[in-house]
């Protein structure tokens, strides 16, 4: 079984290793742009199934060639790539999975359905944490239900000791961050797929102490597909960021002011494009690099047998000493880890190019999940 991996930031470290834990991974090829990157991870792993290999992922006839001769690619580079690497993927003959993060590049990688399905191959976009493993609960608690009422979804990376100005740290691209606060949020609103702007709807949510006072909000691609795929069996569902309180305002503040605008403006003679300059101060300013907490909890109400249920899955992650890997990269990099070993093994049957909870099996996924790393939760509540 040979993978190979584009993309050797810090989620590619944690899928990495994730990889490395399973005996029956052949080869990994960890393939960068900057091959200092992808040599470093082959070191801190040190582990011989790893192979380091110089790649820019936006050459497609480069790309083609790394891909020749693997079972899988993993997509780990920033979401604007992903679709002319799924292309690559459909051309090589090689099933691929990404951490998608953007609603019109995931529609653009489903188009290839029917090139992948003559392909013989499987197409699988947004596949890290949420959209990722989000979606695959929201399915297995869907699976058991006869009427499903709702399905809500909350998910936050925080840092265990908020600072000031934002009680945030930079967890995954800042790229992929604004994105998520400045695209609009698709919701199933009284079974209408409907939009609703994101940083709007605040809600007070709580977990176990420390974590009992938290703020949510509606933020954009994080349930991606979902809101399509569970059209006709759940009236209502929607998906919010969580944070600490106070984090939506000074946002919101942000967005008004237009930091995260596109267009470029004259400044002294020099084009500067807003988001641009907040992408690298939010880097500049937020790269704390201090341990991280991740929180989710999917929950879905209905009944079963004609009682009211409800059935909750809910995960505390922890930055991880012992192997360095935050809780972020753990929660987004081990459920594409997965995906990738099922599809490498041919536990994901479907050819095409699929949402990935209309194509993974919920119980492999969650048992492989688990035994490889994360713990979830589950409950069943009289609602």
């Known amino acids: ?10 989620m590619g470290q944690a899928i990495a290793y994730n990889l490395s834990t399973r005996d029956e991974v052949e080869q990994i090829v960890v393939a960068d ?69 953007n609603n019109r590049i995931v529609a653009g990688e489903l188009a290839l359905d029917a090139r992948a399905k003559k392909a013989g191959v499987t197409i699988i976009p947004d596949c890290g944490l949420a959209p990722g493993l989000v979606n695959i609960l929201a399915a297995a608690a869907v699976e058991d239900f006869n009427n499903v009422e709702s399905v809500s979804i909350r998910v936050g990376g925080l840092p265990q000791h908020p600072r000031p100005p934002l009680g945030y740290q930079i967890v995954f691209s800042p790229h992929g961050l604004i994105n998520e606060y400045m695209e609009p949020s698709t919701v199933l609103r009284d079974g209408e797929i409907v939009t609703v702007p994101s940083l709007s709807e605040r809600e007070e949510i709580s977990f176990p102490p420390p974590y ?34 106070g984090h939506l305002e000074k946002i919101r503040a942000m967005a008004d002011l237009g930091f995260f605008d596109n267009d470029p403006q004259d400044i002294d003679g020099v084009d500067i494009v807003p988001r641009a300059l907040s992408v690298h101060l939010l880097r500049e300013h937020l790269s704390f690099d201090e ?93």
């Open 291 to 383: 341990p991280d907490v991740i929180l989710l909890r999917v929950s879905a109400r209905g009944t079963i047998d004609g009682d009211a249920r409800e059935i909750r899955y809910e995960m505390i992650d922890n930055y991880d000493e012992s192997t360095g890997l935050s809780a972020m990269m753990r929660t987004t990099g081990f459920p594409i880890a997965q995906i990738a070993f099922m599809l490498a093994t041919g536990e994901i049957t479907a050819r095409g190019a699929l949402p990935q909870e209309m194509c993974v099996p919920t119980q492999g996924f969650l048992s492989g999940l688990m035994e490889h790393g994360l713990t979830i939760e589950r409950t069943v509540i009289d609602a």
């Open 1 to 10: 079984m040979k993978i190979i991996l584009i993309g050797a930031g810090m």
């Open 212 to 245: 009992d006072k938290l703020e949510a909000f509606h933020t954009s691609g994080g349930s991606s597909t979902l809101p399509q795929t569970m059209h006709g069996r759940v009236r209502n569902l929607e998906y919010k960021t969580i944070r600490y309180p």
């Open 33 to 101: 742009r900057a091959l200092a990157r992808a040599e470093a991870i082959a070191e801190r792993l040190r582990d011989t199934r790893i192979v380091p290999q110089r790649l820019d992922a936006s050459a497609p006839r480069a790309v083609r060639e790394a891909m020749d001769g693997c079972n899988v690619a993993i997509s780990a580079v920033p979401y604007f790539l992903n679709l002319s690497l799924a292309q690559a993927a459909v051309e090589s003959g090689v099933s691929f999975c990404d951490l998608g993060g």
